[in-house]
């Protein structure tokens, strides 16, 4: 099973993640800013990181790009409500700092599981492990 860790201020969305994952066997970490998914990220194993990218002090990009620079392979998938005229060019530019994927809040809790289980199925498969 996976190391799934949730990087958002919002304590909601953290809610709906948990609810995402209840049943799934995976063990959910969560953060409430960057900072924390970072230090997280430094003493813990983490397979996928689902983050927030309109967070206090350090963003979902910032975390994004310092998670990039390490060595730990790590899939991440962005999410942003932002503001309407942001949300898009947020998530774009999400992409290019390097998330493999990116979800629009507000969404369903299958719709994040399915996502993060792509990213999962995808990062056995580099590894050369079946999917399954």
């Not at 709906?16 to 209840?22: G, L, P, Q, T, V």
């Not at 390490?70 to 005229?85: D, E, F, N, R, Y």
């Not at 530019?93 to 390097?98: D, M, N, R, V, Y």
């Amino acid at each position: 099973m996976a190391v799934i860790l949730i990087c958002d201020d919002d304590e909601l969305y953290r809610e709906i993640a948990a609810a995402a994952f209840n049943d799934s066997g995976h063990t959910i970490l969560f953060a409430t800013n960057g900072d924390e998914a970072l230090a997280t990220i430094a003493d813990d194993p983490v397979d996928v990181l689902v983050t927030d990218l309109v967070m206090p002090g350090k963003d979902g990009l910032e975390v994004i790009k310092d998670v990039r620079r390490g060595t730990k392979p790590i899939s991440v998938l962005a999410m942003t409500a932002g503001l309407a005229s942001l949300k898009d060019p947020l998530l774009i530019a999400a992409s290019a700092f390097g998330a493999d994927d990116v979800i629009q809040k507000p969404f369903r809790p299958i719709a994040l599981r399915q996502k993060v289980d792509a990213l999962l199925a995808v990062a056995a498969l580099k590894r050369g492990e079946s999917a399954a």
